[in-house]
Every structure is written in structure tokens, then in C-alpha cells.
């Protein structure tokens, strides 16, 4: 990424925010060589905390690309916050309107245009007991098979010490441990030019959910829990496709 390319915004945003995650937190990080150092790129990632995406873009945008996030609309209507947020090339995601579709227009033309986009596939913060990840959703999917971009998982572990979704405590504690890596791009060719029929999407989402899972097994150590699927009962369901 050419630096001198940043513009004022964003060169602000990293001096705001880059010197506050060099004190807060301690980093363990690898596979940056799978990073594309240019052109379209999709990067998919676990979501186990509200402060991993400050995580992941401290780690993208040393290994030399620009994280443009999908974020929720109501962040971009807060005052300060939204107007910066766009000057920042972030997509606002508009949930269950008519404009969902905005979302997925402006991502495949990001991508298209050689940008990066970063998505969280599950949507939200993981609501598995144990922040593993959950079952996505297909929107990722559909923006693999609109642009035949590399996906490129990343998986994370340790914000959740920052910030924990489960007791909404946080730490400011400075040099908390925090591991981030970067696999290959996942192999999605079975499905290149395929049409995005119900059945294709969810192959391809449940796809990258099974690499990220098993990523992050590697980085916490031990056998990963199947997929987990909450239930509108709140009770946990969990399934896996061999």
C-alpha cells in the first residue's frame, strides 16, 4: 500500500489509533505473506470481541493493506463517529431495509476496484459459551462468487481479554496478549461461475466457517467444537457437514 496514497483521513486514523494498540497490546503475529500486496482482496475473520476489529486492522494495515470494514449503519448515524467512518472508506451495512443490498453493491465494487474488504461472516460477535466461532452468514459468499476474489481467513485470539462480549467487561491493561494470523486463500473452485442458489451459498459460507474454526483451534490449542448455531430459544444448536 502506497502510503502517500492514505489521504488526510486516514493517515489520521492510524495516528490516532496505532499508538494506543502499540501500549495496549502485546502481539503475536504471522502469515502477513499471505496477504496480496495488491488488487481485490476478501478477508474473512472470527469475531469474538468489539475490540478485534481495531485488532485486525492494526495487523492488515502493517501488512500493507488499507481494512475497509462492513460496519452497521447505526455507527455511521452517530455524530463525529459516521462522518469519520465514511471519510475512512468503511461500508455501512443496512440490516432489514430496503437498502440491504447497498452493502454488497458497494463491497463488489471495493473489491473490483482493487480494494480490500473485511467481513465478519457471522454477522455479530460469537454468542458460542466459549467465543469459538458460530455458523455464517452467506454474504461473504455472495460477494466471492460476484467478484472470484481471493478469500483470505484471518483468526484472532485475545481480545476478548480487552473487551469480553460475555461479562461486557473491559481491560485496559497495557501489553494484553494478542495472536493474529493470516492463512491462504481458501480454496473456493468447485463453486467458481456457479449460480447462488441457497444450496451454493451455504457450501461456500459454511466452507470458510470450518477453516476459520479449525485456524483457530491451532492458535488456542486442542479439538475445536462443531459449528455452533443459536437457537431463537437461545438454547445451542451445533451442526457439522462431513
Do not use: C
Request: net charge positive; hydrophobic share 45%.
Amino acid at each position: 500500500m502506497a502510503r502517500r496514497r492514505l489521504g488526510f483521513w486516514r493517515r489520521l486514523a492510524v495516528a490516532l489509533v496505532k499508538p494506543v494498540l502499540w501500549v495496549l497490546t502485546r502481539r503475536t503475529w504471522s502469515g502477513m505473506e499471505h496477504v496480496p500486496a495488491s488488487g481485490g482482496v476478501i478477508f474473512v475473520a472470527n469475531h469474538n470481541s468489539h475490540a478485534d476489529p481495531l485488532v485486525v486492522a492494526h495487523y492488515i494495515y502493517d501488512a500493507g493493506r488499507w481494512p475497509q470494514f462492513l460496519a452497521k449503519s447505526s455507527l455511521f448515524k452517530i455524530p463525529v463517529l459516521g462522518p469519520f467512518l465514511a471519510a475512512v472508506r468503511q461500508i455501512p451495512v443496512y440490516r432489514g431495509t430496503a437498502d440491504a443490498a447497498k452493502a454488497l453493491d458497494a463491497a463488489v465494487a471495493a473489491v473490483k476496484d482493487g480494494e480490500t474488504v473485511l467481513i465478519y461472516p457471522e454477522g455479530t460477535t460469537t454468542r458460542e459459551p466459549d467465543l469459538w466461532p458460530m455458523r455464517g452468514k452467506t454474504g461473504v459468499a455472495r460477494l466471492w462468487l460476484a467478484t472470484d476474489a481471493p478469500v483470505v481467513p484471518v483468526v484472532m485470539w485475545g481480545a476478548e481479554r480487552i473487551f469480553d462480549p460475555r461479562t461486557a467487561k473491559l481491560s485496559l491493561r497495557p501489553r494484553t496478549p494478542v495472536t493474529v494470523v493470516a492463512g491462504p486463500p481458501i480454496d473456493l473452485s468447485n463453486w467458481r461461475a456457479a449460480e447462488p442458489t441457497a444450496t451454493t451459498l451455504t457450501e461456500i459460507t459454511e466452507t470458510i466457517m470450518l477453516r476459520l474454526r479449525d485456524m483457530l483451534g491451532e492458535i488456542r490449542g486442542g479439538t475445536p467444537p462443531p459449528l455452533y448455531t443459536p437457537t431463537p430459544t437461545g438454547r445451542p444448536r451445533v451442526e457439522e457437514r462431513p
